[in-house]
């Protein structure tokens, strides 16, 4: 069984229809199920559920001889009993009345109607996972104008999650017309978020991780194909809502590669980050977009400044627009700085490797993970970056 899995056990009193229904159900929602045989040669309930764990979820084929068993699971305090699904013979509507005390999440009668069986099955899984779920980091890295490098960056420091901390990490390329990550990465996407985004609604926890494309690190990817453009329209705000919500559930960190476009599904993913980097660069122009960007994040999103981070990108100390007029400028004092490294950022994007992979004491490389530190990612100990180092470049002081 995989190790998050769900424990699912069919309860009946009748060996043959027992394997029978095992098989049956569990080929249609492809997952192990155990088999629980009960009638009045086997001892009570709780005396079973006693020496052996219960199941997380139970599904139990009622008939005269298990009646006594759901009885005996309503005497269990709720909390303690398995999710229930029942299956009848027939409407009976006394046995509805049972199983309802008894907590069943929905009822079945024979025939069964597998397509319902199915969606209702994956609803009660979907539920249970949710309730145990990871509360995954929301980070998306939007640029102030196209080219300043949150492409770049939010590759960089989603590789640096997946590489130097214990977190699981997820990148989106929310480019959905020129996305670069699969490049950058050097991955060719067998899936696409776009096919994510359609079948969402019938995915579990479990096939979602098949969407994404897997890096040597352990990032996963979710991108579109390089050779796929998709047009405003494809995508339904609702799903994208609902991915972010089994993202969120399922891994540590997110981080959402977002091109500059204020629409519907930046909205949504803007509404629903954590935390907002803004990428610029040292130029008036870009002040001027920045801060338009950040008055719109705080003004129609409702987003806390605490949780606004502004990167300058190709930092250049001697450039005549200093640090403390960018500072006044944004009305932030909180500014990350990242150096201008041309020849390293352009091989390291051209060969698609990772800059960790390809300059890992390089200053910019350092630079990017002062950067995950800063947003909460806990790279591990030995290759957290030394506070001179910080204070050389990176901070939140001058
Ligand atoms: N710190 C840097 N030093 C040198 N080149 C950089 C740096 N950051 C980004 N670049 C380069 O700038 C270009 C634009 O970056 P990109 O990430 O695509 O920007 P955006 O996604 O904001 O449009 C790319 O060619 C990238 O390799
Ligand atoms: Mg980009």
Do not use: W
Not at 132 to 146: E, S, Y
Not at 376 to 382: D, G, H, K, T
């Amino acid at each position: 069984m995989q190790k998050d899995a769900i424990s699912i056990q069919i309860l009946g009193s009748n060996p043959s229809k027992l394997s029978q229904y095992r098989s049956q159900i569990s080929s249609l929602i492809n997952k192990e199920i155990t088999t629980q045989l009960y009638n009045n040669t086997t001892p009570d309930l709780l005396s079973l559920y006693r020496d052996k764990k219960p199941p997380e979820l139970l599904i139990f084929l009622l008939d005269d001889a298990t009646l006594a068993a759901l009885n005996e699971l309503t005497t269990l305090p709720s909390a303690s009993r398995p999710a229930l699904l029942v299956i009848a013979p027939d409407n009976d509507k006394q046995q509805m009345r049972l199983a309802m005390q008894a907590g069943a999440r929905d009822f079945f009668t024979s025939p069964i109607n597998e397509q319902e069986l199915h969606k209702s099955l994956n609803k009660i899984i979907f539920d249970m996972r949710r309730g145990r779920a990871k509360t995954g980091t929301l980070i998306t890295i939007i640029n102030a104008k196209g080219g300043s490098g949150g492409s770049f960056i939010t590759c960089n420091l989603a590789h640096i999650a997946a590489a130097l901390s214990d977190s699981s990490a997820v990148l989106i390329d929310f480019d959905l017309q020129f996305g670069s990550q699969s490049l950058n990465l050097d991955i060719k996407p067998q899936h696409t978020i776009v096919e994510a985004l359609n079948d969402v609604t019938q995915l579990d926890f479990d096939a979602i991780d098949g969407y994404m494309s897997l890096h040597g690190s352990g990032l996963r990817l979710l991108s579109t194909s390089f050779e796929q453009v998709v047009l405003p329209g494809e995508i339904i705000v609702e799903n994208l809502d609902q991915l972010l919500t089994l993202l969120i559930s399922h891994y540590d960190q997110i981080f959402v590669d977002l091109p500059r476009h204020i629409d519907p599904l930046s909205a949504t993913i803007l509404e629903r980050s954590d935390q907002i980097v803004i990428v610029v660069q040292q130029s008036l122009s870009h002040m001027r977009d920045a801060k338009r960007l950040t008055r719109i994040l705080k003004s129609e999103f409702n987003i806390a400044e605490k949780n606004i981070l502004i990167v300058i990108n190709r930092f250049d100390p001697d450039s005549s627009l200093h640090l403390a007029d960018i500072q006044a400028n944004l009305e932030s004092s909180v500014l990350y700085k990242i150096p201008n490294d041309y020849d390293r950022v352009a091989n390291s994007t051209n060969l698609g490797i990772p800059l960790y992979d390809y300059a890992r004491n390089s200053a910019i490389t350092k630079a990017i993970i002062s950067l995950a530190e800063s947003l909460n990612v806990p790279i591990r100990a030995e290759f957290k970056e030394k506070s001179f180092f910080k204070k050389l470049f990176n901070l939140k002081d001058k």
